[in-house]
């Protein structure tokens, strides 16, 4: 089975569980969400141990929200790098109306120094985002994003199995794309801009 096509039916699964629906679009490499998904209140803890808004501080913004942890063998460093790396194909300026937010679902490892070291290593724009277990569990349920769950492995540690998808928010503080496994930098480089320019006008 196509990866992006599995990871297109589980992101399928967990909206279906509300009154949304999902399909591939003809503009853009995400998929849409109708009706679009509205943009959370909340506030964490950024990596200066700085309170982070992320109405507020997101407001007017193209905002990628992504759940997941630093210890991740695969999905969040190649979705982080992608994304990354379809920032520097955009236009001049474009890619300062995007930002990226990362919210870690393994708080307990990820400390906001190992957190913020791991971003760099992508773009150091990229913000990260902690805070008690109990918080960020509430945060990925306003997002309207399955919880993360622990499951142990040997020698005591545990895996983190997190939503994997990118919630791509517009700047009228909705989503109406969001991202699977699977989505390549080109395609990144492809909808941002788009993303960035976008009114929904016609929708």
Not at 138 to 162: C, E, L, N, R
Not at 183 to 196: E, I, M, S
Request: proline share 7%; with cysteine; charged share 15%.
């Amino acid at each position: 089975m196509n990866l992006r096509f599995f990871c297109l039916c589980v992101v399928v699964l967990a909206l279906s569980q509300g009154d949304h629906a999902f399909t591939a679009g003809p503009t853009y490499r995400g998929g849409l969400v109708t009706p679009p998904l509205p943009k959370p209140r909340f506030t964490l803890t950024d990596t200066s141990g700085a309170p982070f808004d992320f109405w507020r501080q997101t407001d007017g913004y193209v905002t990628l929200l992504f759940f997941g942890y630093t210890r991740c063998p695969d999905e969040c460093p190649m979705h982080v790098s992608n994304i990354a790396q379809g920032l520097k194909k955009l236009p001049a300026g474009a890619g300062d109306r995007v930002k990226l937010v990362f919210v870690t679902t393994d708080p307990a490892r990820d400390t906001p120094k190992v957190l913020r070291a791991w971003l760099n290593q992508f773009d150091t724009r990229f913000i990260g985002l902690t805070g008690s277990q109990a918080a960020i569990d509430a945060v990925q349920t306003a997002a309207m994003v399955p919880v993360a769950t622990k499951t142990a492995s040997a020698g005591g540690d545990y895996a983190v199995g997190h939503a994997n998808f990118v919630v791509a928010y517009t700047k009228d503080n909705l989503a109406h794309v969001i991202y699977p496994g699977g989505v390549t930098q080109q395609d990144w480089a492809h909808d941002l801009p788009q993303l960035v320019n976008e009114t929904w006008s016609r929708r």
